[in-house]
Nanobody
Framework: QVQVVESGGGSVQTGGSRRLSCAAS????????MGWFRQAPGKEREGVAE???????TYDDSVKGRFTISKDNTKNTLYLQMNNLKPEDTAMYYC?????????????????WGQGTQVTVTS
């Protein structure tokens, strides 16, 4: 049974920090890609950061220099350290796990998703 569970969301003031975690299990990809996505009310889902099995990392321009994605392979847990948070970072944050080898750029659309964790940044 595949499980993808996010945690760490909450309310934080502008300029503050938050660390999200994503525990994933039950799937098998030889070289998984994992990433963080977010969706604010009334907006489309957008990619925040992703990390491939070879360790290569991609960030959305809006979070570069503020967010850091990392992965503990021994625990198959993904993290997102968010610093200098802004009100526009307020969103539901989702973790996804998939295979870029099989699905290319649509790895997330064909992957496994968690239920999300809400991050609210107050001014």
């Amino acid at each position: 049974q595949v499980q993808v569970v996010e945690s760490g969301g909450g309310s934080v003031q502008t300029g503050g920090s938050r660390r999200l975690s994503c525990a994933a299990s039950g799937y098998y990809y030889s070289r998984p890609t994992m990433g963080w996505f977010r969706q604010a009310p009334g907006k489309e889902r957008e990619g925040v950061a992703e990390i491939d099995s070879d360790g290569s990392i991609t960030y959305d321009d809006s979070v570069k220099g503020r967010f850091t994605i990392s992965k503990d392979n021994t625990k198959n847990t993904l993290y997102l350290q968010m610093n200098n948070l802004k009100p526009e970072d307020t969103a539901m944050y989702y973790c996804a796990a998939g295979s870029r080898d099989i699905y290319g750029d649509r790895w997330a659309d064909n992957g496994y998703w968690g239920q999300g964790t809400q991050v609210t940044v107050t001014s």
